[in-house]
């Protein structure tokens, strides 16, 4: 049995957690800690950064313990350290990630620096044992993305959000009409007796082939409307949040449905719909993805709402997830406040781009199919590997044999410095940011590390 502990500080929950997973490959949460910060924060009507940080701080250390007494485990009985290392705000991250090196320093257990939003993505396998691939509507607070899942550390970003995320938008609907925060269940509880037909609202982005959302032109009109109608009584304000909460669907359902149409271009077919983060735990959104699942023959797939909001397990569950492909890092992993989950369908420029995590994962996965069985020597493992990716990306981004742009050819002994070179120039081109031929021109950091051929394409 592996058992993880989890850390999660990226906002305004301070968590800790204990997994385990059976040999039989059968998780189980042995304890659950979060401690909300709402109350520090509602004054304010969102996040306060360094108050957030401060709170992380106080309370941490205790709340770590409390999760290894109920998970009635030690320090030394873990198999692995698992900290959310980002995307978040850089205070909370430096205080999980401090904490985490440091039991990971005193007690010699394995560090795992987590994407946050991957322990989002993974979370349907921690809850329903759910196979590869599946399409994933992610969407919080700071993050709105319909991704297909392909393995972990493998993600293809189907669409995303060009303004607001959904869960940002709520709240600033909830500001807006006067209501509590944090905005999303308070928009929801009002909805509920309200008339979500009084006012027509826009459905953004509707019909549109590509699966982005767009929400600020729909927060727009609610506040005209909301000024059209001042002052708002107590029917008016339940209206408007039906309103603004049916158009959110409807949004939401649309996009989910081209990207589905467009999953079997990059994971063929998916497993499962799957949402996951602060607004799955929206009534009205879990609904219609389970009737659109239905629709499309596929299962419906959302976590409990304990563990659609920020929390350890998730982490702790990610971490064993790479624990088990081998993917540890080391105490020089940083905190990462901006850290995208995957790259665009055609690697474009602001789309993300793959992670260390992702690459080592395609390296584990990729190796017994693309490495000669001579370089599969454990001693140069790390070296081979790294170079087999790096042919791999150029293989990609030269649209055939990289050794025909790239010189001098595939060797095992690759030195570091041209295996790095090699590397970043494949992931450059891959995440649209540059192409050989302008590699070649521009950037002198290349010469006498890795020669370009003038067969480069342009």
Same mark, same amino acid.
């Given at each position: 049995?592996?058992?993880?502990?989890?850390?999660?500080?990226?906002?305004?929950?301070?968590?800790?957690?204990?997994?385990?997973?059976?040999?039989?490959?059968?998780?189980?949460?042995?304890?659950?800690?979060?401690?909300?910060?709402?109350?520090?924060?509602?004054?304010?009507?969102?996040?306060?950064?360094?108050?957030?940080?401060?709170?992380?701080?106080?309370?941490?250390?205790?709340?770590?313990?409390?999760?290894?007494?109920?998970?009635?485990?030690?320090?030394?009985?873990?198999?692995?350290?698992?900290?959310?290392?980002?995307?978040?705000?850089?205070?909370?991250?430096?205080?999980?990630?401090?904490?985490?090196?440091?039991?990971?320093?005193?007690?010699?257990?394995?560090?795992?620096?987590?994407?946050?939003?991957?322990?989002?993505?993974?979370?349907?396998?921690?809850?329903?044992?759910?196979?590869?691939?599946?399409?994933?509507?992610?969407?919080?607070?700071?993050?709105?993305?319909?991704?297909?899942?392909?393995?972990?550390?493998?993600?293809?970003?189907?669409?995303?959000?060009?303004?607001?995320?959904?869960?940002?938008?709520?709240?600033?609907?909830?500001?807006?009409?006067?209501?509590?925060?944090?905005?999303?269940?308070?928009?929801?509880?009002?909805?509920?007796?309200?008339?979500?037909?009084?006012?027509?609202?826009?459905?953004?982005?509707?019909?549109?082939?590509?699966?982005?959302? /767009?929400?600020? +032109?729909?927060?727009?009109?609610? #506040?005209?409307?909301? &000024? $059209?109608?001042? =002052?708002? *009584?107590? %029917? !008016?304000?339940?209206?408007?949040?039906?309103?603004?909460?049916?158009?959110?669907?409807?949004?939401?359902?649309?996009?989910?449905?081209?990207?589905?149409?467009?999953?079997?271009?990059?994971?063929?077919?998916?497993?499962?719909?799957?949402?996951?983060?602060?607004?799955?735990?929206?009534?009205?959104?879990?609904?219609?993805?389970?009737?659109?699942?239905?629709?499309?023959?596929?299962?419906?797939?959302?976590?409990?709402?304990?563990?659609?909001?920020?929390?350890?397990?998730?982490?702790?569950?990610?971490?064993?997830?790479?624990?088990?492909?081998?993917?540890?890092?080391?105490?020089?992993?940083?905190?990462?406040?901006?850290?995208?989950?995957?790259?665009?369908?055609?690697?474009?420029?602001?789309?993300?781009?793959? /992670?260390?995590? +992702?690459?080592?994962?395609?390296? #584990?996965?990729?190796? &017994? $199919?693309?490495? =000669?069985? *001579?370089? %599969? !020597?454990?001693?140069?493992?790390?070296?081979?590997?790294?170079?087999?990716?790096?042919?791999?990306?150029?293989?990609?981004?030269?649209?055939?044999?990289?050794?025909?742009?790239?010189?001098?050819?595939?060797?095992?002994?690759?030195?570091?410095?041209?295996?790095?070179?090699?590397?970043?120039?494949?992931?450059?081109?891959?995440?649209?940011?540059?192409?050989?031929?302008?590699?070649?021109?521009?950037?002198?950091?290349?010469?006498?590390?890795?020669?370009?051929?003038?067969?480069?394409?342009?």
């Amino acid at each position: 049995m592996k058992t993880v502990l989890g850390i999660e500080t990226t906002c305004d929950e301070t968590a800790a957690a204990v997994v385990s997973v059976d040999p039989e490959g059968m998780p189980a949460i042995r304890s659950n800690e979060v401690l909300s910060q709402i109350a520090e924060h509602a004054a304010y009507g969102g996040v306060v950064p360094e108050i957030a940080a401060r709170a992380h701080v106080e309370v941490l250390d205790r709340l770590v313990a409390r999760a290894l007494e109920r998970a009635e485990t030690r320090l030394a009985d873990l198999d692995g350290i698992a900290v959310a290392a980002g995307p978040g705000l850089i205070g909370g991250l430096l205080v999980g990630l401090v904490t985490a090196k440091t039991l990971a320093l005193v007690a010699h257990k394995p560090l795992l620096a987590v994407n946050h939003l991957e322990a989002h993505a993974l979370t349907a396998r921690l809850t329903d044992g759910l196979d590869f691939p599946y399409l994933l509507l992610l969407a919080s607070g700071g993050h709105t993305q319909l991704v297909a899942v392909r393995g972990v550390g493998d993600y293809v970003r189907l669409g995303g959000t060009i303004d607001d995320a959904i869960g940002e938008a709520f709240d600033k609907a909830a500001k807006l009409l006067g209501l509590g925060y944090p905005g999303g269940p308070e928009v929801e509880r009002m909805a509920e007796a309200g008339d979500p037909e009084r006012f027509a609202l826009p459905r953004p982005m509707l019909g549109r082939r590509t699966a982005d959302f /767009s929400l600020s +032109g729909l927060k727009t009109a609610l #506040r005209i409307e909301a &000024e $059209r109608i001042a =002052p708002l *009584a107590e %029917r !008016d304000v339940a209206d408007l949040c039906a309103s603004f909460q049916a158009a959110v669907v409807d949004v939401v359902i649309d996009r989910a449905r081209v990207a589905l149409r467009g999953f079997s271009d990059v994971a063929g077919r998916p497993t499962a719909l799957v949402a996951a983060g602060g607004v799955a735990a929206n009534g009205a959104i879990r609904r219609a993805l389970a009737a659109l699942a239905g629709e499309a023959g596929l299962t419906f797939v959302a976590p409990p709402l304990n563990l659609c909001g920020d929390n350890g397990a998730m982490i702790a569950w990610a971490g064993l997830e790479r624990l088990r492909l081998g993917l540890v890092d080391d105490i020089t992993a940083p905190a990462r406040p901006r850290w995208p989950l995957a790259a665009g369908r055609r690697g474009r420029p602001g789309h993300g781009r793959m /992670s260390a995590a +992702g690459r080592r994962a395609v390296w #584990r996965d990729l190796v &017994e $199919r693309r490495l =000669p069985e *001579a370089a %599969r !020597d454990h001693r140069d493992w790390p070296v081979r590997l790294d170079h087999c990716f790096a042919r791999i990306l150029l293989d990609h981004a030269c649209g055939g044999p990289w050794r025909d742009h790239v010189e001098p050819p595939a060797h095992a002994n690759m030195p570091i410095d041209r295996l790095e070179a090699a590397i970043a120039l494949g992931e450059a081109v891959l995440a649209g940011e540059a192409d050989l031929a302008t590699l070649n021109r521009r950037s002198l950091a290349w010469r006498g590390k890795l020669r370009i051929g003038s067969g480069a394409p342009a």
